[in-house]
């Protein structure tokens, strides 16, 4: 959607016909992986378990993959409101193609320090052969899924955010329909859910693809680009991108060692709290990206007030909208966990996370959209600086020190501090870059 467009059609339903799309997609992505944490669960503690170990890692992929997507968005949304079709093109097949390179370096290091990795975690030595069953189809689906968001990206980053969302939602099905099959009735077990999305990757990448030539979105003749030259622009926005992406599962990391010290179920009703944290946090997710698309383009044509306008509405939103799940799951918080998990211990610990943790989500989404709109502002280096403070500054300090003061409900209980916290600071953050933009010659990347 241009400026022009968005003003035509007001903020508010321009703003919804970007984002209600990815909003689908996005439900259904998470909705499917929640789904995918109760049927592990049925398994019992220890399968559970192992799948919590995972998520730490599984985060530092999608922060790679992310890091990457928002250079796309930003550098074609640009090159797309100047006019340069062919440049866009060619950008998103040398994004495409790095993106692919990266990430596949990425899981086969993994691959390789797996047992050393989850061990450093806390992994009790009986976990051990689990992990080592599921990460080969983990780590597959984890490289076909980045593959597949490279595409969707590219496809956002022209407007186009309902393909996308189409195909979130049909591969989320089909992997919900998968799931039970390959877990239970091949008796595959635990591997079962990892062979399950990455057949669902697989038959989506298989459809996204053809769809971007068909609809002249990628171009793989990159040489005409001056590929040195392009790459030094996509490391210029992807760098402090991805590393803003990837202190959230560093972060996951170490809070996944303080949790591990109250035993293993302690590690699943964590693991089960984390899957329902971004289900909870859907609209966020949705708008950190239809946002960057709309403010890049709004930067290029120096509409600052209509971006504080659109960042108002948008956080607005997300601390009301996060308020009312918050209630939602206070009220639910013993049946469901019941529900999702069929060891009591991991029940009780995850009801506990459910009453406390929710009513940060506010904060956790408006530092996440103030993340998303300074990378698309072209200040990378202000949303690094936002992910830094709220992981390092406010977030682990206040669980380390909720698990010394109380216990594991000390570490929810520091979880909700960290996120109300990080809140106040990403607002602060962005505020001054908004006004460090409309001074004369304001600086473009801090």
Do not use: K
């Not at 340069?84 to 086969?108: D, M």
């Amino acid at each position: 959607m241009t400026p022009e467009e968005l003003h035509r059609t007001g903020l508010a339903r321009g703003l919804f016909q970007m984002t209600w799309p990815m909003l689908f997609g996005v439900v259904s992505l998470l909705g499917f992986q929640l789904v995918d944490s109760a049927f592990i669960g049925q398994l019992g503690a220890r399968p559970l378990a192992a799948l919590g170990f995972t998520i730490p890692f599984m985060q530092l992929v999608i922060g790679t993959q992310v890091g990457i997507g928002i250079a796309t968005t930003a550098l074609v949304s640009r090159a797309l409101g100047g006019g340069e079709g062919n440049r866009a093109r060619r950008l998103c097949g040398l994004v495409v193609i790095t993106g692919a390179g990266i990430v596949l370096a990425l899981v086969l290091a993994l691959w390789l320090v797996r047992e050393q990795a989850v061990t450093l975690l806390g992994a009790e030595p009986e976990l051990l052969p689990l992990i080592r069953a599921y990460w080969a189809p983990w780590l597959a689906s984890a490289w076909m899924g980045a593959f597949l968001y490279f595409g969707y990206s590219v496809l956002r980053a022209h407007g186009n955010t309902r393909i996308p969302g189409l195909w979130m939602v049909l591969t989320s099905l089909l992997n919900l329909v998968l799931d039970p099959l390959y877990i239970f009735v091949f008796g595959w077990g635990l591997p079962g859910a990892a062979w399950a999305t990455l057949t669902a990757f697989t038959l989506g990448t298989l459809a996204v693809y053809p769809a971007l030539y068909r609809r002249g979105c990628i171009r793989l003749d990159v040489r005409a680009l001056g590929v040195l030259r392009a790459l030094a622009g996509i490391a210029g926005i992807s760098g402090p991108a991805m590393i803003s992406q990837l202190m959230p599962p560093i972060s996951a990391m170490l809070a996944t060692r303080i949790v591990a010290d109250f035993g293993p179920q302690a590690v699943g009703a964590w693991g089960l709290g984390t899957r329902m944290e971004f289900f909870s946090i859907v609209v966020v997710l949705a708008l950190t990206m239809s946002l960057p698309p709309l403010v890049g383009r709004l930067r290029g044509a120096g509409d600052v007030e209509t971006i504080r306008r659109l960042v108002r509405l948008a956080t607005t939103f997300v601390i009301a909208w996060q308020l009312v799940i918050a209630v939602l799951w206070f009220a639910l918080s013993a049946p469901l966990a019941g529900l999702l998990s069929a060891d009591t211990a991991v029940a009780t610990r995850l009801a506990d996370y459910l009453r406390l943790v929710p009513w940060s989500f506010g904060g956790l989404g408006l530092t996440m959209i103030m993340v998303s709109v300074n990378n698309a502002l072209g200040l990378p280096l202000r949303a690094m600086v936002t992910s830094a403070l709220r992981l390092f500054a406010c977030y682990l300090p206040a669980l380390w020190l909720g698990a010394q003061l109380i216990g594991l409900t000390g570490v929810f209980a520091g979880a909700l501090a960290g996120n109300l916290a990080a809140g106040a600071v990403a607002w602060s953050l962005y505020r001054a870059g908004i006004r460090r933009i409309r001074e004369p010659g304001g600086e473009a990347t801090r």
